[in-house]
T-cell receptor
Framework: SQKIEQNSEALNIQEGKTATLTCNYT??????LQWYRQDPGRGPVFLLL?????KEKRKERLKVTFDTTLKQSLFHITASQPADSATYLC????????????FGSGTRLQVQP | EAQVTQNPRYLITVTGKKLTVTCSQN?????MSWYRQDPGLGLRQIYY???????DKGDVPEGYKVSRKEKRNFPLILESPSPNQTSLYFC????????FGPGTRLTVT
């Protein structure tokens, strides 16, 4: 069956360090992959989209890589700040027509001052 | 301001009492969808709509209905709510990236 795995354990890092979150998937051939941020009790907020033919995407302090051979995406936040503390969700789409996303359960990031 | 709105934000109801959660977007998006979010299960798609009068089931459609009579609105209907539908619900609209509403926390007793 299709599966998306994100580390369910919280990631705790010190302010200023780089946070790296992992998204692994099995039995998918995604057309694109997205990362979202979610704060408690609020709706997810879109951060970055990377397509299957792209290796890397950057936006300000954020970087996403996409390795379709390893079936893995890495999400990096450089120079992390306490305000980056949130849950980060990975989502895949295999059907550009339907545009449906399948979400991972998310990884909680805690940045300590 | 581009946004997705949902109402109500919080709802406590009893088993079997029909309810509707409204969703509206002002971005002229064709694609809209409904998700529920439960601890440990993540976000799961209930229904989606690719355009007016075009709707289809997502991964967990049982017990829900939707309609899409206008492009901006996509209400979620629970004809006979049950306690296992207690959850946090999100509406979203999209081109490719999805814009989520603020969520509706539903409790069915």
């Amino acid at each position: 069956s299709q599966k998306i795995e994100q580390n369910s354990e919280a990631l705790n890092i010190q302010e200023g360090k780089t946070a790296t979150l992992t998204c692994n998937y099995t039995n998918y051939s995604p057309a694109y992959l997205q990362w979202y941020r979610q704060d408690p009790g609020r709706g997810p907020v879109f951060l970055l989209l990377i397509r299957e033919n792209e290796k890397e995407k950057r936006k300000e302090r954020l970087k996403v890589t996409f390795d379709t051979t390893l079936k893995q995406s890495l999400f990096h936040i450089t120079a992390s700040q306490p305000a980056d503390s949130a849950t980060y969700l990975c989502a895949l789409s295999v059907d550009t027509g339907r545009r449906a996303l399948t979400f991972g359960s998310g990884t909680r990031l805690q940045v300590q001052p | 301001e581009a946004q997705v709105t949902q109402n109500p934000r919080y709802l406590i109801t009893v088993t079997g009492k029909k309810l509707t959660v409204t969703c509206s977007q002002n971005m002229n998006h064709e694609y809209m969808s409904w998700y529920r979010q439960d601890p440990g299960l993540g976000l799961r798609q209930i229904y989606y709509s690719m355009n007016v009068e075009v709707t289809d089931k997502g991964d967990v459609p049982e017990g829900y209905k939707v309609s899409r009579k206008e492009k901006r609105n996509f209400p979620l209907i629970l004809e006979s709510p049950s306690p296992n539908q207690t959850s946090l619900y999100f509406c979203a609209s999209s081109v490719y990236e999805q814009y989520f509403g603020p969520g509706t926390r539903l409790t069915v007793t």
